[in-house]
């Protein structure tokens, strides 16, 4: 048990890192606004032409008797609506790390250096559009997984009493475990440790994953809380990928010592 508060420690010591490095929080929120941006319009434009696509994709209703029409396109397009507001949700992380590759790598690497006894950070040397290739097909593996685990529970949520109880609590410790995968992605990805190695490592320590990505899924439940939780969430996923590999971590600062006067530490 003692995993659980390891892993919701390094969830805080993420934020606390984040929050001493002023210049590198603002940049990585950047990739989060810009995912939130295009999912709120994304999810607005459902919202105004969703009744117009159901309409178009159900022809054979045209002739119904009202009100049956106008129920059943009414239960479809809320249907519709709900079912792209929950990909919104899953995929959101997903989404924000592909289009902040650039960022989290080097927010992470930064994370690496300072808590690192020798002041060095792993680098994959591959060049970026390689990067964000590895990136986008693992993440998409990620979603599938996850996108399974959903239907199963879904399913199992019809069962008496344990649908409306354990099935739940299930889902988020299967949400927390995805998130954490994602989110150390970006730093188990620049030590060339591939998918499969990864979710290897994520269930040697499951108590450990738990306790980071369980509150932090609770958290991502309101988007604009995971905007501004994803650049401390991901410090802490590279503390906790140093974790699961074994590294040596001191205390962050120790290897240089040095801060910028905007509180951003100076790249080793």
Sequence with gaps: MRDLGVGFGYLLKGQRWVARHGRSYGFGLLPGLITLVLYAAALVALALWGE????????????????????????????????????????????????????????SEQVDRDVSPDGTAPESGLPLWRELWISARDGLRIVV????????????????????????????????????????????QRRDVDLRARLALLRSRKLLVWGFGTPLGLAFLLPFVAVFLMPGAVAGATLLARDLLGEETGEPGEADGAEEPGGSAVPA
Excluded: C, H, K, M
Aim: proline fraction near 6%; hydrophobic fraction near 65%; avoid cysteine.
């Design 145 to 188: 997984r996850a996108a399974l685990w959903g239907v199963l529970l879904f399913a199992l949520g019809f069962l008496p009493f344990v649908g409306q109880t354990v099935v739940p609590v299930i889902g988020f410790f299967v949400t927390g475990f995805f998130l954490t995968e994602e989110l150390a992605a970006v730093a188990l």
């Design 52 to 107: 117009d696509a159901v309409a178009w994709a159900t022809p054979f209703a045209d002739g119904w008797p009202s009100p049956w029409l106008g129920l059943f396109r009414g239960f479809l397009t809320a249907v519709l609506f709900a079912l792209g507001l929950l990909l919104a949700v899953v995929t959101f992380t997903a989404a924000t790390l592909l289009i902040g590759q650039p960022f989290y790598d080097n927010l």
